[in-house]
T-cell receptor
């Protein structure tokens, strides 16, 4: 079946270091969304990418959608303790559902 | 405006019982999706409803069912509960069908523990 793999599963970084999480889909996606879930909280929408090769920035966060629309990445520059949480990608293969990646749990050490 | 509201927030059930969870989407949203979140399996799609019709279903046994009412509120039911059904059940609403690439807004979830 359709799958979205996300790596790494866990990442511990020192505050100020950069962080990247990657998503790879087994099928071409119509669009991909990124979510952040704080410990004990619920997923919160960050951004949506639709076009092949699209790059979007939100302050220290940079999101990319691959040319083949099968992979995506989220890069955080100079992490802060407020970045702690689990980051999920969610791919839409064009059906009435999103397939969520397994998530990357980010821990930032002060 | 009010967000997605899920009730109850926490509940404990015994194996073999059944449970009904409720979700009120954001006002004006017609699409409601349900997800199961567990530490080992991440976010697993259960089903999506749009205008009272189930549009898609995930790979869950028939014990998991849902419905949507004319006011877009949704319920999901799990019958004959098993220990493995212990999870956070998240409801999400969006303005239209998710094929349109609409933003999904999640509720805070219902924590179900089966003992």
């Amino acid at each position: 079946g359709q799958q979205v793999m996300q790596i790494p599963q866990y990442q511990h970084v020192q505050e100020g270091e950069d962080f990247t999480t990657y998503c790879n889909s087994s099928t071409t996606l119509s669009n991909i969304q990124w979510y952040k879930q704080r410990p004990g909280g619920h997923p919160v929408f960050l951004i949506q990418l639709v076009k092949s090769g699209e790059v979007k920035k939100q302050k220290r966060l940079t999101f990319q959608f691959g040319e083949a629309k099968k992979n995506s990445s989220l890069h955080i520059t100079a992490t802060q303790t407020t970045d702690v949480g689990t980051y999920f990608c969610a791919g839409n293969p064009g059906t009435y559902k999103y397939i969520f990646g397994t998530g990357t749990r980010l821990k930032v050490l002060a | 405006k009010a967000g997605v509201t899920q009730t109850p927030r926490y509940l404990i059930k015994t194996r073999g019982q059944q449970v009904t969870l409720s979700c009120s989407p954001i006002s004006g949203h017609r699409s409601v999706s349900w997800y199961q979140q567990t530490p080992g399996q991440g976010l697993q799609f259960l089903f999506e409803y749009f205008s009272e019709t189930q549009r898609n279903k995930g790979n869950f046994p028939g014990r998991f069912s849902g419905r949507q009412f004319s006011n877009s509120r949704s319920e999901m039911n799990v019958s004959t509960l098993e220990l493995g059904d212990s999870a956070l059940y998240l409801c999400a609403s969006s303005l239209a069908s998710t094929t349109a690439g609409n933003t999904i807004y999640f509720g805070e979830g219902s924590w179900l523990t089966v003992v």
